[in-house]
Nanobody, 123 residues
Framework: QVQLVESGGGLVQPGGSLRLSCVASGSIIGINSMSWFRQAPGKKRELVAD???????YYAATVNGRFTVSRDMTENAVYLQMNSLRPEDTAVYYC?????????????????WGRGTQVTVSS
């Protein structure tokens, strides 16, 4: 069974930094891409950053230049370094992975979400 577990959220003052981590576990054969989404109260879930197996990255315009996404393919992990945080960055941050895994000796493909980690930016 594939699971994604996020960590690293918390309360930080405006201008501060946080580093989120997400580790995928299970019978994973390979991961095509890993992404970070966020959802603020009353708003739709939005893509924050994405990184492919070839390390191509994408950032939402609202975080470009402040956030950095990276991954460790040996650990099936993705990270989000968040600098210069603003109150509007407050949200639950979710990890998402598009991957292949083994199930009963068959290769299957699927996309999975983590449960999320709360980030609150406030003085």
């Amino acid at each position: 069974q594939v699971q994604l577990v996020e960590s690293g959220g918390g309360l930080v003052q405006p201008g501060g930094s946080l580093r989120l981590s997400c580790v995928a576990s299970g019978s994973i054969i390979g991961i095509n891409s890993m992404s970070w989404f966020r959802q603020a109260p009353g708003k739709k879930r939005e893509l924050v950053a994405d990184i492919t197996g070839g390390n191509t990255t994408y950032y939402a315009a609202t975080v470009n230049g402040r956030f950095t996404v990276s991954r460790d393919m040996t650990e099936n992990a993705v990270y989000l370094q968040m600098n210069s945080l603003r109150p509007e960055d407050t949200a639950v941050y979710y990890c998402y992975a598009d991957l292949k895994f083994l199930e009963l000796d068959e290769v299957r493909a699927g996309a999975y979400w983590g449960r999320g980690t709360q980030v609150t930016v406030s003085s």
